[in-house]
């Protein structure tokens, strides 16, 4: 069984002119998986995507918001100057459409995991998602693709539970919104596991006391990491609440949201992780999809802005899909310090359990 990578040079037609989020990033990690050899190994296969409908793209977002992206890519064809939805995020004559298939990326993607032809997948998308919420795009994203996805799990293909862990520097705060009161679809439920800087830090949101409301109560877990925290803390955070929730609520399909802007190197975040410690994170991860989700794992992109250690994070994580443990690109590991090692372990922890007890029995 192969792993599937998703890409088409339309997303490379979302033009952002000086942004980090630009297609700098995908042109990247394309080069270095080449120069790996990746393409060349039957174990991955290439997915292109399709178009993502309107009424799919509804599935997360408001009328509005979408006329509001074709409004502004018109402007932009009109004018040849790219147009700005916020302070951040900009848009092209493309946009529009790059937005589509990167969605439809991502759908495209789950349904060929689900018919077996491939095992797993990683969704080399842009533009980004996460900070999308129903009514508002921000953070250099427009639709919400990973929120689309699990919709679209929910409503088209009988999926009734999504373990969704977002593992972005920056907190996803659109796709917290949108599940904040649960899943809109009639059957579906999703846990969201959300690990991200905290502290004077964009966009503001993710304390561990956000945890859900209604039909989203205690399926929104935030994990919110001092500046300086390193790769010791994930397991912190898998071993003591994502692995004990996982195991009582048996998610069907595991979606993550990937952004590798965690890297120490990183111009826009001040995290201590290395370019192995996504991939390390995975290793975890899929043993709850062998347990739960007969191995099914949709990974889609995310940020990450020092472009060469992001394409060597990239490279880690399909190696670990499929099943490569043992051929990952280390560097030298770094360790949280003490007193942030103690936050986590008799502080947030400890704080964490308590506040989402009354709705997980491990608790």
């Not at 092209?92 to 491939?118: H, M, R, W």
């Not at 966009?203 to 935030?222: F, L, M, Q, R, V």
């Not at 912190?236 to 190197?265: K, Q, R, V, Y």
């Not at 991860?285 to 472009?307: C, F, M, P, Q």
Request: aromatic letters at 12%.
């Amino acid at each position: 069984m192969t792993t599937g990578i998703v890409y088409d040079p339309i997303y490379l037609d979302h033009q952002t002119g000086t942004d980090p989020e630009s297609p700098r990033r995908l042109v990247t990690i394309m080069n270095f998986l080449e120069e790996k050899g990746v393409f060349d190994d039957p174990s991955f296969k290439i997915i292109k995507p399709r178009k993502a409908s309107l009424d799919q793209i509804r599935y997360a977002h408001d009328d509005k918001l979408i006329r509001e992206i074709q409004e502004i890519c018109e402007i932009s064809e009109k004018t040849q100057h790219i147009q700005y939805l916020d302070a951040d995020t900009a848009a092209s004559p493309k946009t529009f459409e790059a937005s589509l298939y990167s969605v439809g990326g991502n759908l495209q993607a789950a349904d060929e995991i689900l018919d077996g032809n491939i095992m797993n997948a990683f969704a080399l998308v842009r533009p980004p998602g996460h900070h999308s919420n129903t009514h508002r795009f921000a953070g250099f994203c427009i639709f919400n693709n990973i929120a689309v996805t699990a919709e679209y799990l929910f409503r088209e293909k009988g999926i009734k539970r999504i373990a969704l862990i977002d593992w972005d520097c920056h907190h996803g705060n659109g796709t917290q919104d949108i599940f904040y009161h649960g899943s809109e679809s009639e059957s579906g439920e999703l846990v969201l596991f959300n690990s991200h800087q905290y502290g004077y830090f964009y966009p503001g949101s993710g304390n561990y006391d956000e945890i859900g409301i209604g039909k989203g109560a205690g399926k929104i877990i935030n994990y919110p990491m001092p500046a300086g925290t390193a790769d010791d803390v994930i397991p912190i955070f898998f071993n003591e609440i994502i692995s004990p929730i996982c195991d009582e609520f048996e998610p069907e399909f595991i979606l993550i949201s990937a952004g590798f802007d965690t890297h120490w190197t990183d111009m826009l975040t001040d995290m201590n992780w290395t370019y192995q410690a996504p991939a390390k994170y995975l290793e975890m991860i899929k043993s709850i999809a062998h347990k739960y989700a007969n191995d099914r794992i949709l990974i889609t992109l995310e940020g990450g802005y020092a472009v060469d250690k992001q394409a060597r994070a990239v490279y880690n994580c399909l190696k670990v899909l499929n099943n490569e443990n043992d051929k990952l690109l280390m560097e030298e590991s770094k360790s949280s310090r003490t007193e942030l090692l103690e936050y986590f372990n008799e502080r947030l922890i400890p704080a964490l359990k308590n506040k989402l007890k009354s709705y997980w029995n491990c608790f």
